[in-house]
Every structure is written in C-alpha cells, then in structure tokens.
C-alpha cells in the first residue's frame, strides 16, 4: 500500500527565507508524486508533479521539487517566500488502477505561516 | 481549457435531511471523476470514484451514495445525514491516467 508523511504538521517562516517543506512516501516502484496548495476555504492548486525524467521539477509560483528515490523524498522548496504562500501544503503519491482511476493517496498537510 | 463548477460552495443542513452536491466538468470527454472529504484539521479522503457514466466505485462504507447521470456531471447524496458527515467536500476530475485536479470544494455543516 502507498503512504505519505509530511513529519511538519505547522512551519513559520519570514518574508523573503527559503523554504522546504518534507514529503516523504512509500511505494513499491516508481511512484507518481504531487504537490497541491490549498489556501483557507479553497480548493486544491496542482503546485508541481513528478511522473519520470529530470528529478527537479519546476512549478508555479516559483516552488520546486526534488525526488530522491534513495531517501523516498519529494521534498517542496522555495528560495524566497512571499505573505502570499500562506496556506496548508499537501504532498501527495499516486498510481494508476487497474480500472484507469487514479489512487492518490494524501499526506496530512503543512501549514506555512509567513511573519513580516 | 477545463473548468470544473462544483455547489452549493456552502451548506447548513439537520441532521436527518437529505443532500445533494453538484459537480460539472467542462471542456473534456469522458473524465474521471471523484468525491473527496476533508475533515477539520486532516487529510483528504476518497470517497468514491467513477471512470465512466453509471460505473462508480466507494472507497469507504459511510451514509453518503454517489452517482454519475451524465459524462460529466458527477453527484453526492445522502438520504439522511449524520454530524459526522460535516466537512469539506472536494469534487476532481483527471483525463485518465495523469493529475487530478480539484474544484473550489464545498463546506457542509450538519447541525
């Protein structure tokens, strides 16, 4: 069965830091793995998504991500973050079913405070 | 592009009423589409899935029912809901096979 852990369930950071929020997961082979952001009250935004190929992936908003199979991270980072990034942060593992479904399994979230 | 509507964004319902939560896909054919929870303070839970009109599958026992009337109309019910059914309820939609992405949620609150 795949898992997700995100072991920081609240971080703050100043204006302008960098940032890495952990993802780590369990999967058999080679894993699909997301990012979404979700702001109060809202919906999830895709940030980024990891399918093969280049183990940096870029994505909105100025966030990146690196997979790292010999850690099973997916670690999320920003160099400077803005009082806009304030929001709950989920890293995410999927396949695909048998039946063409897609079985995304949730880590419990981050949420990223921002201080002046 | 696609655009995926999901309401009422906002409910207040009594326990033992009935519910029904709309969600559309614009701009595809023939989508997966899903019925997720959040409940305060953790993270998403599937609740039901469907590759193909009338084909719906659960995830977990609970007291809600999903169906799929149309290509890309996707529905939540319950005949009779309980306060543990209170949360956010998340409708997604994929091409198949590749990401899924999230409408604007619905807030559902049983009292």
């Known amino acids: 069965a795949q898992s997700v852990t995100q072991p920081d369930i609240h971080i703050t950071v100043s204006e302008g830091a960098s940032l890495e929020l952990r993802c780590n997961y369990s999967y058999g082979a080679t894993p699909y793995l997301f990012w979404y952001v979700q702001s109060p009250g809202q919906g999830l935004q895709l940030l980024l998504k990891?399918?093969?190929?280049?183990?940096l992936v870029q994505g909105i908003k100025g966030f990146e991500a690196e997979f790292k199979r010999s850690q099973s991270s997916f670690n999320l980072r920003k160099p400077s973050v803005h009082w806009s990034d304030a929001a709950e942060y989920f890293c995410?593992?999927?396949?695909?079913?048998?039946?063409?479904?897609?079985?995304?399994?949730f880590g419990t979230g981050t949420r990223l405070t921002i201080i002046p | 592009s696609q655009t995926i509507h999901q309401w009422p964004a906002t409910l207040v319902q009594p326990v033992g009423s009935p519910l029904s939560l709309e969600c559309t896909v614009e701009g595809t054919s023939n989508p997966n589409l899903y019925w997720y929870r959040q409940a305060a303070g953790r993270g998403l839970q599937l609740l039901f899935y469907?590759?193909?009109?009338?084909?719906i599958s659960s995830e977990v026992p609970q007291n809600l029912s999903a169906s799929r009337p149309q290509d890309r109309q996707f529905i939540l019910s319950s005949k009779k809901l309980l306060l543990s059914d209170s949360g956010f309820y998340l409708c997604?939609?994929?091409?198949?096979?590749?990401?899924?992405?999230f409408g604007e949620g619905s807030w559902l609150t049983v009292v």
């Open positions: 995410a593992v999927g396949r695909i079913s048998n039946f063409g479904n897609e079985k995304l399994t």
């Open positions: 990891y399918f093969s190929g280049d183990t």
């Open positions: 997604a939609w994929s091409p198949g096979g590749d990401t899924i992405y």
């Open positions: 469907s590759v193909g009109i009338g084909q």
